[in-house]
């Protein structure tokens, strides 16, 4: 028979995919080094951390131990109470006012819609470091200082404009004869928005909450600004109670760190397809 050779371009190509998947192996072992470092650390008894010993595997494993040390006194109980308490009401609140004025941007005709549109996107741009004090003054002024409401607040009126952006983009995409046709049918607003376009936003509000509890959850500028002592404190913050006086119990600071790190990817790991399928909508048209 006769033997077919690869071709110049076969070749090139060949060596272009060798290399992408060379250079994706180094970014993913580059990306993993410091979170294998805190899982190790984490099962490290103190004498170990004091060796010098962070990337070896522990001699002696204190796995048990250094997890249980961190809830002793039922302080990081409280704080990991305290990011439930703050991240749920503001990712429901931030997904709820957010689908309702993107529905509002991308199916209502009336004027100015781009220029409040423009406002929405506008905000995202905003440093927060600029409006820390503003925000702290408006804070204490309400009476909301150092509180779960102040925080959960300030984190939908920051979050609401990121995902107001995304939504209104997402429900763009979707058939606007679906509203013109409820709409003849005397649906209101409120049905119409209840009944057809909540079931076929699903992937995109999954998508975004994956996202946004992320992003509250580990949040640690404005619960520093915004907090004062135990009782509000979020688990991003009270980390620091896991450090000694005069040294830092590196274990344990790392144990906290990764039960810390936990319900974002467990919340990533239940909601992964809506998180692709929200993600990729509008990719492929067939």
Not at 147 to 169: D, E, M, P, S, V
Request: glycine share 6%; hydrophobic share 55%; with cysteine.
């Amino acid at each position: 028979g006769k033997i077919m050779f690869p071709t110049p371009i076969q070749n090139y190509s060949l060596k272009i995919n060798i290399a992408y998947r060379l250079l994706l192996l180094l970014t993913l072992i580059v990306w993993l080094l410091p979170l294998i470092a805190v899982m190790l650390t984490s099962m490290r008894t103190f004498e170990d951390v004091l060796a010098g010993n962070y990337w070896t595997f522990p001699k002696e494993t204190a796995l048990i131990s250094n997890y249980a040390a961190v809830f002793e006194g039922g302080k990081m109980g409280r704080f990991f109470l305290n990011s439930l308490i703050i991240t749920l009401p503001t990712v429901f609140g931030t997904l709820f006012l957010s689908s309702l004025a993107g529905y509002s941007l991308a199916m209502h005709r009336f004027k100015l819609n781009f220029l409040v549109f423009a406002m929405f996107i506008a905000g995202n741009f905003v440093p927060y470091q600029i409006l820390m004090i503003p925000v702290r003054n408006i804070s204490i002024e309400m009476g909301m200082y150092n509180t779960h409401l102040g925080l959960i607040i300030f984190h939908i009126a920051f979050q609401t404009g990121f995902c107001t952006f995304f939504l209104r983009n997402f429900i763009k995409e979707l058939p606007f004869e679906l509203i013109e046709a409820a709409r003849a049918d005397g649906a209101t607003e409120w049905t119409i928005y209840r009944k057809i376009i909540l079931p076929l936003i699903i992937p995109a509000l999954a998508a975004l909450g994956v996202l946004e509890f992320t992003f509250i959850w580990n949040d640690y500028f404005w619960a520093l600004v915004l907090t004062q002592g135990d009782t509000v404190k979020p688990i991003t913050v009270g980390l620091d109670v896991l450090r000694g006086q005069w040294t830092t119990s590196w274990n344990l600071v790392s144990a906290g760190s990764v039960v810390a790190a936990l319900p974002p990817v467990i919340m990533f790991f239940i909601l992964q397809k809506q998180f692709i399928q929200g993600l990729t909508f509008g990719a492929v048209k067939g």
